[in-house]
Structures are given as structure tokens and as C-alpha cells.
């Protein structure tokens, strides 16, 4: 299984992604994680990102070709991965394309969860994130039981400096101008599922396994 999440930032991808993960255990290729992660083991790499990330920009193609790239040659990507957030742009899209030619495989599906804007919106400033496992919370939608703690580990929740009003905007600007584009790349493809993202979790959830299943069959 080689999956490829989709949509617009707060859509749900993350989510969604990780039960996929853990019930058809597959390797989380999450680059937005892997470069808070790198900040916050004080590399270099995560440094220069998150001057990107931080405004809402995108980090340059090249650097992020490169780390996908390393991943998923490691052995665990080799018979099944989720790519949750990358490509986002043409160019990214064509570089996975190499990849996994190189690696003689292709995608099985393309998961693209569709949001309307307001909810995006609404998702992206009561998203809370723990510090300590990542693990993802919403102040309306997905409560911690005790506020401000991690249910499961009991770390502080943060709120992601991206997701502050003044990044947002240009995030969602970005998303319209150089990411959406690719639906177009991968429609025609056979391997494309819209995944209506406006329901419960549980919800969207369903309809991505019942898709699956159909793709598999
Ligand atoms: P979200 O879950 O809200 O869509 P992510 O955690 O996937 O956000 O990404 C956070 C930020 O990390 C992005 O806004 C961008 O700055 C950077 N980033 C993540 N993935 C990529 C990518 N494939 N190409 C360029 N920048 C990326
Ligand atoms: P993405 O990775 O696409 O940016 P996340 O999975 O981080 O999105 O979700 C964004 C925010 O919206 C989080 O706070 C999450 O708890 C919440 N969320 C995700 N899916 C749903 C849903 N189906 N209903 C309500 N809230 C949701
Ligand atoms: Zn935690």
C-alpha cells in the first residue's frame, strides 16, 4: 500500500493519516512533521525551514525532494508508505514520480480530503499540538480531557505558529496557487479519491477505508 494524503492545510490529513498508519502499518512520511522535528532537535536543516514555515510559506522544493527522497529509500518505506503532505507543488510531484520509478512502484491511491474554506478556517485556529508526541487536538472539536495536557502522555499542547491568523491567510493562498494544481496532475490517473472532509472523523474515515477497499478489489 502507497498512499498519498491530500487537501488544504487543517482538512484533516494529519488526522486521518495517522489511524490509516497504524491499521495497514505503513511508514508516516509527514514532512511538515519531519521539519518540526528537525527544529526541534536544533539541526540545521529545521532551522532554515522554519523560517519558511513560521510565515507560511512553502520550504524550497530541492530541500524537501531531498528528504522524502532519503526516507523512502530506508528500508521500512520500501513496501509501504503514507505520504501525508507532500507533494505540494507540481515540481515536488514530478520528483516523487522519479523516486518511485527508481524504486520500480507506484502510488496505489491519492486520498484528497475536500474542505470548504470557513471550515479550514475554524480547524486551523483551534488546532492544539502536543509537544512532547504530536499527538493532535482541537479546542471545540477534539478536546483534551484536561485542558492543555496531552491524553496520552500528559505534555503540554502548543499552538503551531502557523496556524496564527497572520500565516494562515497566506497559507491558504498558497495551497490555491501552487498545490491544488496537482489533483490535476494525478486526475487521469485512475488512482485519485475525493474524500468529502466536512463530516465527523469517524465519518471520513469510513468513506477513505470503504474507497480503499474498492481500489484493492
Ligand atoms: P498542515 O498539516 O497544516 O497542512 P504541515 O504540517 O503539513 O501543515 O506543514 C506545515 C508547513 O511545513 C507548511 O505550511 C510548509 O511551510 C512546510 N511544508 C510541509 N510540507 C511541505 C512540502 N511538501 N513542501 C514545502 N513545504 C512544506
Ligand atoms: P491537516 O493535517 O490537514 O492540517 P489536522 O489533521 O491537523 O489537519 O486537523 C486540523 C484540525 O482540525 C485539528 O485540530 C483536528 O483535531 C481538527 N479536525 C480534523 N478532522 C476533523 C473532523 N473531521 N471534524 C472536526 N475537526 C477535525
Ligand atoms: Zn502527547
Redesign the pocket.
Known amino acids: 500500500m502507497k498512499l498519498l494524503v491530500m487537501?488544504p492545510?487543517?482538512?484533516?490529513?494529519?488526522?486521518?493519516s495517522k489511524r490509516l498508519v497504524e491499521d495497514y502499518n505503513l511508514t508516516n512520511i509527514s514532512t511538515g512533521e519531519m521539519f518540526r522535528e528537525a527544529y526541534k532537535r536544533g539541526e540545521k536543516l529545521g532551522i532554515e525551514a522554519m523560517e519558511y514555515i513560521e510565515k507560511g510559506n512553502l520550504v524550497a522544493d530541492d530541500i524537501t525532494n531531498e528528504i522524502v527522497r532519503k526516507r523512502l529509500m530506508k528500508k521500512a518505506a520500501e513496501s509501504s508508505f503514507l505520504l501525508?503532505?507532500y507533494p505540494r507543488t507540481v515540481n515536488q510531484a514530478k520528483a516523487l514520480d522519479d523516486m518511485l520509478e527508481e524504486m520500480g512502484t507506484r502510488l496505489t491511491a491519492v486520498i484528497n480530503?475536500v474542505v470548504d474554506k470557513e471550515v479550514i478556517l475554524e480547524?486551523?485556529v483551534?488546532?492544539?499540538v502536543c509537544k512532547s508526541c504530536n499527538a493532535?487536538?482541537?479546542t471545540k472539536?477534539?478536546p483534551p480531557d484536561k485542558e492543555d495536557l496531552c491524553d496520552e502522555c500528559g505534555g503540554e499542547l502548543y499552538q503551531r505558529e502557523d496556524d496564527k491568523p497572520a500565516s494562515v491567510r497566506n497559507r491558504l493562498n498558497i495551497y490555491e496557487s501552487k498545490t491544488k494544481p496537482i489533483i490535476d496532475y494525478y486526475k487521469g490517473r485512475g488512482v485519485l479519491v475525493n474524500i468529502n472532509?466536512m463530516?465527523?472523523?469517524e465519518a471520513?474515515y469510513a468513506n477513505i477505508r470503504r474507497s480503499l477497499r474498492e481500489i484493492i478489489r
Do not use: E, N
Open positions: 487537501g492545510p487543517g482538512a484533516g490529513k494529519g488526522s486521518q501525508d503532505g480530503i480547524r486551523m483551534g488546532r492544539r493532535t487536538y482541537h472539536f477534539r472532509g463530516q465527523s472523523f471520513v
